[in-house]
């Protein structure tokens, strides 16, 4: 009864070399959010759904793309991963209207470059 | 847009004492507050959450504190154990969608709970 799910766990890439990390979610959530997290730091919103409106954080950069084709998928591609891409991809969702406040997150797909 | 400032970076008790790790939030906007535990290699975990119209809120050995007046908020750990050692995340967060949806977090206090 997985709620939210990443694939993969565990991602090793090449510098320069696109990759995409997959999220679905069962909980038929109408948000998702990509958060990037970095050793011993916060997580750090990239972007976020709202249904199938986009929403960018100012500062993502342009390397950084998503999709959400449906509710219950959203990918996050990183077109020309550079060796300070590497961290764990967080996945959330929430249900902004009458759901609760809860963020419910995914286990994350930890990406190393090489 | 939202800041919180959380403090300390890092706290280490003795097993049994009590934890409090505190946090300023910036938008009298924000409406709700979570605290996570993060695990080395893990999802954050949510453990406990407050709304801005209550004051404190308890659940077993943890409890939250809100002062909205002077936009702060706190987690007290009562009791501690060895496994409650990890990063704890304060958050704040502006419900709705005109304020993006977003939760601002802390920068993570790290925990250590020595036996």
């Known amino acids: 009864d997985a709620m939210v799910i990443q694939n993969p766990r565990y991602q090793v890439t090449q510098f320069g070399k696109p990759v995409t990390l997959s999220c679905s979610q069962t909980l038929n959530h109408n948000v998702m959010y990509w958060y990037q997290q970095k050793s011993s730091q916060a997580p750090k919103l990239l972007f976020h759904?709202?249904?199938?409106?986009?929403?960018n954080e100012a500062d993502t950069p342009d390397n950084f793309q998503s999709r959400r084709p449906n509710t219950s998928f959203c990918f996050l591609d990183i077109r020309s991963p550079g060796l300070g891409d590497a961290a764990m991809y967080l996945c959330?969702?929430?249900?902004?209207?009458?759901?609760?406040?809860?963020?419910?997150f995914g286990p994350g797909t930890r990406l190393t470059v090489l | 847009g939202e800041n919180v400032e959380q403090h300390p970076s890092t706290l280490s008790v003795q097993e049994g004492d009590s934890a409090v790790i505190k946090c300023t939030y910036s938008?009298?906007?924000?409406?709700?507050f979570p605290w996570y535990k993060q695990e080395l290699g893990k999802r954050p975990q949510l453990i406990i959450d407050i709304r801005s119209n209550v004051g404190e809120k308890k659940d077993q050995r943890i409890a939250v504190t809100l002062n909205k007046t002077a936009k702060h908020f706190s987690l007290h750990i009562t009791e501690t154990q060895p496994e409650d050692s990890a990063v704890y995340f304060c958050?704040?967060?502006?419900?709705?969608?005109?304020?993006?949806?977003?939760?601002?977090f802390g920068a993570g206090t790290i925990l250590r709970v020595k036996s």
């Open positions: 958050a704040a967060y502006l419900v709705g969608v005109e304020y993006g949806n977003k939760l601002v």
């Open positions: 938008d009298s906007a924000s409406n709700y």
């Open positions: 759904y709202y249904d199938k409106d986009f929403n």
């Open positions: 959330a969702t929430k249900e902004l209207l009458g759901g609760g406040n809860e963020q419910f």
